[in-house]
């Protein structure tokens, strides 16, 4: 020990035990490292990217594993159809009858074209007239009968009747379609998220 009279105190290396320690124990080589406050967590320590100590989280935000497939998901929403609109369906079905009955026509046309360009018309047209034909008449000319302006006539009747009744029918449906909705609820629709 150094004189410590006048002087502040003064404090020599100890390599002894520490209080608490057995004496004789192996003390570490390296240097003293004070013990850390509580809910302190050691460097490296836990899961990388945070962890809990003593039963308690940090806040840190844990990271997703490396390569890790997220697939995602897709929203669906069930819905049900309550009531139709009558006024809107009846909009709708005229416009769509009516579409129907110029496609109606166009293909009435053109099977006319394609039929007298294959002689199918005058084939048939000379086997009936053969068959109802006498030595007074020739029979029944099925070229006259058949002609374009008289098939297109006809098949424009047929899509104005189409066009009336189809209207009709789809507001009539639109109607029948309310009241049974109102008993059992309408018709339920599950809708999916396009990905």
């Known amino acids: ?15 002894g035990p520490l209080p608490g320690e057995r004496a004789g124990a192996q003390q570490p080589s390296g240097p003293y490292h004070p013990p850390q406050a509580y809910g302190a967590q050691a460097p490296g320590s836990g899961p990388a990217g ?31 159809v309550a009531k139709a609109d009558p006024w ?36 048939v047209g000379g086997t009936i ?13 099925l070229q006259s009968f058949l002609s374009l302006p008289r098939v297109l006539m006809f098949t424009s009747v047929i899509a104005v009747i189409d066009v009336v009744l189809m209207t009709a029918l789809a507001t009539l449906g639109a109607f029948i379609y309310n009241l049974s909705a109102g008993f ?8 999916a998220e396009d990905e």
Not at 1 to 15: F, I, L, V
Not at 184 to 191: A, D, I, R
């Open 1 to 15: 020990m150094t004189d410590t009279r006048g002087q502040g105190p003064s404090y020599e290396a100890y390599n």
């Open 50 to 80: 945070g962890g809990a100590v003593g039963g308690q989280n940090t806040g840190a935000v844990r990271r997703p594993r490396t390569g890790a497939r997220t697939t995602p998901r897709t929203r669906k929403a069930r819905l049900r």
């Open 88 to 123: 809107s369906v009846m909009k709708v079905s005229f416009l769509l009858s009516i579409a129907l009955g110029i496609c109606t026509i166009v293909a009435a046309s053109v099977l006319w074209m394609v039929m007298d360009a294959m002689g199918v018309f005058s084939t």
């Open 129 to 141: 007239s053969e068959a109802t034909g006498s030595n007074e008449s020739n029979g029944f000319d």
């Open 184 to 191: 059992v609820g309408g018709v339920e629709l599950t809708l």
